[in-house]
C-alpha cells in the first residue's frame, strides 16, 4: 500500500516540476517583454503627449460656427467602443478586466453599441455580454506600430463619417506603474469641447473644417498607438505577475508533496523494521 502511495505521490511531483518549469520560463519571457514595452511606451509617450498639445491648441481657437462632424457630431446613434485585449492567455484576469469595464459602460443598451476588438481573446468575452462586433484585429505585435493603429482607427473614422456611429470610445488598459493599471474609456469622437475655456487666436489655413480633420486623423491615431503600447505592457506585467504566482504555488504544492511523501516512506520504513524486529523475536 505504501508503495503504490510513493509511486502517485512522485508522479505528482514530477507532474508538477514539469509545470514549474514551463511557468518560470514564461514568467521570464514575459519580465523580457514588459521591459520592451515599456521603453517603447515612455518613448511614445513623449510623442503622443506633443500632438496632444496641437490637439488642444487647435479646439481652443476653433469658432463656434465650425460644423465639421468632429465637432458637431452626427445623426447616428450607435456607439462604436474600441476595446484593447490580448491575442494569448494565461495573464490573469487582464482582459476579464477590459470586458467588465466595457459592460459596465455599454451593457445597458447592447443592442445600440457595437463593438471593434483587437485580440483574440476578447472576442468570445465581448460576445459573453451580448454585444455585437463588427471587426476583430488579431495577430497584433507584441510591441504595435503605427500600422496597426492606422488600420483600426481609419475603419472607425470611415463608420463614423458614413453615419454608422455617432461615437467612437476606446478601452483599454491604462498602464500606470507595475502595481497600478487601470481599464480606462476614452472617448475620441465626437470632441468635447468646454466653451467656457479661453479661446486662442490662430490663423486656420485653407479653412477650419479640412485643418480640424486632418490634425485630428494624425491625433486619432497617435492615441490609438499610445493606447495599444499601454495595453500591451499591461498585459505583459499581468502575465509576468501570473506565472510568477503559479511558480509560486507549484513550489507550495511541492513542498507539500515532498513533506507527504517523506511521512509515507518514513512510515513504511518503520513498518518494515517492527516487522523485522517482531519475527526476530518470534524465533527465539
Do not use: W
Not at 456607439?79 to 490573469?92: A, Q
Not at 487601470?182 to 479661453?198: A, S
Not at 500591451?232 to 513542498?255: H, I, P, V, W, Y
Amino acid at each position: 500500500m505504501a508503495g503504490a502511495g510513493l509511486l502517485d505521490i512522485k508522479r505528482r511531483i514530477k507532474s508538477v516540476t514539469n509545470t514549474k518549469k514551463i511557468t518560470k520560463a514564461m514568467g521570464l519571457v514575459a519580465t523580457s517583454k514588459l521591459r520592451k514595452a515599456r521603453m517603447e511606451l515612455e518613448t511614445n509617450n513623449k510623442y503622443f503627449n506633443s500632438i496632444k498639445k496641437v490637439a488642444e491648441e487647435l479646439i481652443k481657437s476653433i469658432d463656434d460656427d465650425n460644423n465639421s462632424s468632429y465637432i458637431k457630431g452626427n445623426k447616428a446613434t450607435k456607439k462604436l467602443y474600441i476595446v484593447l485585449t490580448s491575442d494569448s492567455g494565461l495573464c490573469g484576469g487582464y482582459n476579464h478586466g477590459v470586458a467588465s469595464a466595457l459592460n459596465e459602460v455599454a451593457g445597458i443598451d447592447p443592442i445600440n453599441n457595437v463593438v471593434m476588438v483587437v485580440g483574440q481573446k476578447g472576442i468570445s468575452y465581448v460576445k459573453k455580454y451580448g454585444f455585437e462586433t463588427i471587426a476583430e484585429y488579431v495577430q497584433i505585435p507584441d510591441v504595435p506600430t503605427i500600422k496597426e493603429a492606422k488600420t483600426v482607427v481609419e475603419h472607425a473614422l470611415r463608420l463614423y463619417k458614413n453615419n454608422e456611429v455617432g461615437e467612437v470610445n476606446v478601452v483599454y488598459t491604462h498602464f500606470y506603474s507595475p502595481v497600478k493599471q487601470l481599464v480606462t474609456v476614452d472617448k475620441l469622437l465626437p470632441i468635447d469641447r468646454d466653451k467656457n475655456e479661453k479661446k486662442t487666436d490662430f490663423l486656420i489655413e485653407p479653412n477650419s473644417n479640412s485643418v480640424v480633420e486632418n490634425t485630428f486623423d494624425v491625433y486619432f491615431r497617435g492615441k490609438l498607438l499610445n493606447s495599444l503600447l499601454h495595453a500591451k505592457t499591461s498585459e505583459q506585467n499581468s502575465r509576468m505577475q501570473a506565472m510568477d504566482g503559479a511558480t509560486k504555488n507549484a513550489n507550495d504544492l511541492l513542498d507539500s508533496y515532498n513533506i507527504k511523501y517523506n511521512r509515507i516512506r518514513q512510515g513504511a520504513i518503520t513498518q518494515e523494521i517492527t516487522e523485522i524486529v517482531s519475527g526476530a523475536s518470534a524465533q527465539k
